[in-house]
């Protein structure tokens, strides 16, 4: 059916998107759907940057938290920030890379790559930036290596 529909072999043309010419031009809906997608990507990201710009400055500009309750909330700022900026960095920028750079003629297979490294920067991240979960993975091999 591949073969048949767009004269490709489906072991070396894996999608069928914005970047294949039929009859020597785009074709409009398989465009119109990647601009659609970028779009909506983009009014997200310009969102959450936002949202993101917006607790900082309230923040810094609040009166009545105390100095220990700021650190508190600057630290869980920053452990969400980071958490919410890994899965974007593995998976979605991966996906959008997946969709946008054939367009372009870029071979996108390492990228692919990377989503395997989601999980284990997710937990690092987890581990690294909060305090008590750092002191008990510290507790932890310490015990052991003192055995």
């Given at each position: 059916?591949f073969?048949?529909?767009?004269?490709?072999?489906?072991m070396?043309?894996?999608i069928?998107?914005a970047?294949?010419?039929?009859d020597?031009?785009?074709?409009?809906?398989?465009?119109?759907?990647t601009t659609?997608?970028?779009?909506?990507?983009?009014?997200?990201?310009?969102?959450?940057?936002?949202?993101?710009?917006?607790?900082?400055r309230?923040?810094?500009?609040?009166k009545?938290?105390?100095?220990k309750?700021?650190?508190?909330?600057?630290?869980?700022?920053?452990?969400?920030?980071?958490?919410t900026?890994?899965?974007v960095?593995?998976?979605?920028?991966?996906?959008?890379?997946?969709?946008?750079l054939?367009?372009?003629?870029?071979?996108?297979?390492?990228?692919?790559?990377?989503?395997?490294?989601f999980?284990?920067?997710?937990?690092?991240?987890?581990?690294l930036?909060?305090?008590?979960?750092?002191?008990?993975?510290?507790?932890?091999?310490?015990?052991?290596?003192?055995s």
């Amino acid at each position: 059916e591949f073969r048949r529909k767009y004269g490709l072999d489906a072991m070396t043309h894996a999608i069928i998107i914005a970047n294949y010419w039929r009859d020597g031009h785009y074709n409009i809906r398989p465009m119109a759907g990647t601009t659609f997608f970028v779009i909506i990507i983009g009014s997200c990201f310009a969102f959450m940057f936002f949202c993101s710009f917006s607790i900082l400055r309230y923040l810094s500009q609040a009166k009545a938290i105390s100095t220990k309750t700021r650190q508190l909330q600057y630290a869980l700022f920053r452990g969400l920030a980071v958490q919410t900026l890994i899965p974007v960095v593995f998976l979605h920028g991966n996906a959008s890379f997946a969709i946008i750079l054939p367009i372009f003629g870029v071979d996108f297979s390492l990228f692919c790559v990377s989503c395997s490294c989601f999980p284990p920067f997710d937990a690092l991240a987890a581990i690294l930036l909060m305090r008590d979960y750092r002191e008990a993975v510290r507790s932890i091999v310490m015990c052991r290596f003192d055995s």
